[in-house]
C-alpha cells in the first residue's frame, strides 16, 4: 500500500445535520479564495456534498467508501488526487459511525485513522453551554481508536468546532 500524504484535514460531526457541509464549503471557499491547491474529499458514497466541494473548490470532489474501493485504494484515491494539494475530507454522519454498530468500521475516523490526518470535530452547539466546554475537549478513547484533544474551539452561531489528531 502507498503511503498518504501528510497534507490532509478530515472534517467530522457529532452526528448528521451538525454543520459538517457547511464548515467543509467554507473552508474550501476561503482556501481556494489564497489561491491554494486543494483536494475535496467525502467519505462515503455520497454525491449531493461532493457537488458543493466542486463548486467551492473548482476542482471535483473524490468519494472514499469502503465498500465501494479497499484501504489501498482509498490511500492510492487521496495519494494521487491530493498530490500537492490541501486535501479537506468531509466525514460521514457521526465521526464513529460506520458501517458496523460493533466497530468504527467505514467511518470517519476509520478514514482519519488510515491516512493519519487530524480531525475537526463539528457539533451543533445551539442549546449547549459548559456542557461542550468540559466534555469535549477530553481525549476520546472508543474501540481501538484514540484521538487526542488539541486545545481550541472555534464557534459560530449554530456550530462548534474542535480539533482532534486521529491515532494510529
Not at 480531525?119 to 481508536?145: E, H, K, W, Y
Amino acid at each position: 500500500m502507498t503511503t498518504a500524504p501528510s497534507n490532509g484535514l478530515i472534517l467530522a460531526g457529532m452526528q448528521s445535520g451538525a454543520g459538517k457541509t457547511a464548515v467543509t464549503c467554507m473552508l474550501l471557499a476561503a482556501l481556494a479564495e489564497r489561491g491554494l491547491a486543494i483536494q475535496p474529499f467525502k467519505v462515503g458514497p455520497d454525491f449531493i456534498d461532493p457537488g458543493y466541494h466542486t463548486r467551492f473548490a473548482g476542482v471535483p470532489s473524490r468519494n472514499l467508501d469502503f465498500w465501494l474501493m479497499s484501504e489501498a485504494g482509498i490511500v492510492h484515491e487521496t495519494t494521487t488526487h491530493g498530490a500537492g494539494r490541501i486535501s479537506i475530507v468531509e466525514g460521514v454522519m457521526g465521526l464513529f459511525d460506520g458501517s458496523d454498530v460493533k466497530s468504527d468500521e467505514g467511518s470517519t475516523m476509520a478514514v482519519a485513522r488510515l491516512l493519519g490526518w487530524p480531525v475537526l470535530l463539528v457539533m451543533a452547539s445551539a442549546s449547549l453551554a459548559d456542557t461542550v466546554s468540559t466534555t469535549a475537549p477530553r481525549p476520546v478513547t472508543i474501540n481501538a481508536g484514540t484521538a487526542t484533544a488539541i486545545p481550541g474551539a472555534s464557534v459560530t452561531d449554530s456550530t462548534l468546532a474542535l480539533e482532534y489528531k486521529a491515532g494510529k
